[in-house]
């Protein structure tokens, strides 16, 4: 059922519904054709949402796509409680049946940011905070997140990392980087091998809406002494059907 388009609060929520479906960016032009609003009404709404951060302008200063607050806001609906409690439950489960701790990542800017985390029981671990942010281009969370996009987009971004050498694994050529997450895109899984922690590695799948498109990741991650890439293999149903069940509860 379409909402009323009488109000202002209307036309801005359909303008928003419109950009967070379209999967890229779209000129004001295209979503006035969509939502049959005036011209001059869609053009000030729009610039008013990239004013407030709602929405954000590419390069080419035609096209939006959805800006650091709606995103914020997006992270904030599914940190809500109800979502919060059963997504914690899903990753302590994980986190039980491999014996190591597990993790959920999401995209914020250039970086990952820990959404949620369940440690192991062992004495040797890492400890992040949530909110931790990550790099992309040396972690299993943010390589998976680079292979979600299409390749153009994949290689403006990873031309405009910092490339920095975390230990002596970490891929820092950039057409490695993208041949990697060629890989990845291929097959839905990502590996940090001792490339941000010596010692340390992460395996992990992407988590999708329910059209398909990545917004964070679940990843398992352990000590290199304690848990091999051999070892990981076997645990690799187990975390897609984490993930599964994480994608699931975004329909509901």
């Given amino acids: 059922m379409k909402r009323e388009r009488g109000s202002t609060i209307h036309r801005v929520l359909d303008i928003l519904d419109t950009i967070a479906a379209a999967g890229k960016p779209i000129s004001a032009t295209e979503i006035n054709e969509t939502l049959n609003l005036p011209k001059a009404t869609a053009h000030r709404l729009c610039a008013e949402l990239e004013d407030r951060g709602y929405l954000l ?30 997504r914690h439950a899903i990753l302590e489960a994980l986190s039980r049946k491999v014996g190591e701790t597990c993790n959920i990542a999401y995209p914020d800017g250039l970086n990952m940011a820990y959404s949620d985390r369940v440690e192991t029981q062992h004495p040797l671990k890492l400890n992040f905070s949530i909110d931790t942010r990550v790099p992309l281009h040396c972690t299993a969370s943010g390589k998976l997140f680079l292979a979600s996009m299409p390749q153009k987009k994949r290689k403006a971004v990873i031309d405009h990392l910092d490339l920095h ?30 490339e941000y922690f010596d010692g340390m590695i992460a395996i992990g799948v992407p988590i999708t809406d329910k059209a398909g498109r990545f917004y964070s990741s679940v990843a398992i991650q352990a000590p290199v002494f304690r848990f091999s890439l051999d070892d990981a293999e076997k645990y690799i149903p187990l975390l897609r059907e984490a993930a599964r069940d994480l994608s699931n509860l975004t329909e509901e």
């Fill in 165 to 194: 050498a975390h230990t002596r694994n970490t891929i820092t050529d950039p057409r490695k980087i993208l041949h990697e997450t060629e890989q990845i895109r291929s097959t839905n899984l990502s590996i940090d091998n001792q």
């Fill in 57 to 86: 302008k590419k390069i080419n200063g035609k096209s939006y796509m959805p800006g650091n607050r709606l995103h914020e806001m997006a992270v904030g609906v599914l940190a809500n409680s109800a979502f919060s409690t059963r």
